[in-house]
């Protein structure tokens, strides 16, 4: 037995050779923008990990999914950041075709055959703003509906070939007969999208998170998904779905990477005993916790606030390992490690950017406080 196993053997079993490639890669020619992690992933056949076996995919279930992750994030982890937002993505597609029974289905068996990317256009990176608010409107016209904004940052901005978006849609029939939220899928040709450079930082470049701009870009009512929220606040079961996957998947990924950085302790026998165990038993607690939560998604029951606070509980978990994590972890490896190249301050950079997803700490504390008191889970 050794660390990391379960997960890379997932990894493994769906995408069979993937492990080894990017292990074989310098991890700045994997972490640059354009560079071949995303190729290699698509060519193993990852887009298609979360679309069931009845519409050609491969049919992971949840806890696979996020073990899975984990040795992506622990080899590349600008991919596993991206491919969360694919897989995100996949898995509301899923839930939105639960529900409506309607074309999503044509969508999955496209991205499964086809091993299109679809990047993910909801509400990131703006402090103390809803993870509900969308900077993209949309308005009827005709037989079209028509969407205009923008989404910064976007991953897989470069690659993408669907993009799928909360839109405020304007029809006079949300509540009170307000705009209400709605999630797009667009191919990536569409006309009015364009891609503008937005990230400036070295740290996950690979994940191609730039602008996204849509300006009269026009689809087909077929392609927008309705969603309205609940009279207490609450997410209605789409927007739910996603939100719990977002979390555990992002919690895997990032759990992923000071993994990486745990492993080089354990395999290099640094610091004490005690401290290698130390490190061990707080990332795998935390992991043991996703994957818990993933569980639950697999039994087929109904995702609810309860299994959405689940959720949050756990990510915010593997936050707070991460964070504590990856300065024992530097220590113990020591400061020639840490000069000797780029590696290991690096892989510790990119494990702290897991507070910059949504929902931040701040933003969803009275809302699991309210919750864990017998209130309604509103993070809007």
Sequence with gaps: MRFLERER?????????????????????????????????KEAG????????????????????????????????????ATTMHHFSVAGLIQ????????????????AEQRLLMASGFAEGRSGQSILASS???????????????????????????????????????TDGGPRLAVAVIPATTPGISV???????????????????????????MVVRTERGEDGSMDPVQTVGFVW???????????????????????RK???????RILVELEAAMGGVTDAASVLDTGGPVGQAELAQ????????????????????????????????????LAACAGALKFHPPSFGWAAEALSTAYAGGPLVLG
């Design 311 to 346: 959720s949050l509980v756990c990510r915010f978990a593997a936050q707070a390992a991460v964070d504590r994590v990856v300065p024992r972890c530097l220590e113990a490896l020591g400061g020639m490690s840490y000069i000797s190249g780029d590696e290991t301050s690096y």
């Design 46 to 81: 990852g887009a298609g990990l979360l679309v069931p076996s009845e519409h050609k995919g491969l049919g992971a279930s949840a806890v696979e999914a996020v073990r899975l992750q984990r040795a992506v994030g622990s080899r590349a982890p600008s991919l596993a950041v």
């Design 246 to 268: 977002f979390e555990l998947l992002m919690a895997a990924s990032y759990l992923g990477m000071a993994s990486a950085l745990a492993e080089r302790v354990l395999d290099r």
């Design 96 to 111: 939105a075709y639960e529900v409506t029974k309607g074309l999503e289905w044509m969508l999955l068996e496209a991205v």
């Design 196 to 222: 503008h450079p937005f990230w400036g930082s070295t740290v996950l470049a690979g994940a191609e998170s730039d602008e996204v701009r849509l300006r009269d870009v026009r689809v087909s009512p077929d």
């Design 9 to 41: 053997t997932a990894l493994e079993r769906f995408l069979p050779g993937l492990d080894g490639r990017l292990a074989a890669l310098p991890q700045d020619e994997l972490e640059r923008p354009g560079g071949p992690a995303l190729g290699l992933f």
């Design 271 to 277: 610091g004490d005993p005690a401290e290698r165990a």
């Design 136 to 174: 993209i409107t949309a308005v009827q016209d005709g037989d079209d509906i028509v969407l205009n904004g923008a989404k910064k940052p976007c991953s897989l901005s470069a690659s993408m070939d669907l993009l799928t978006a909360s839109v405020l849609l304007d029809t006079g029939t949300g």
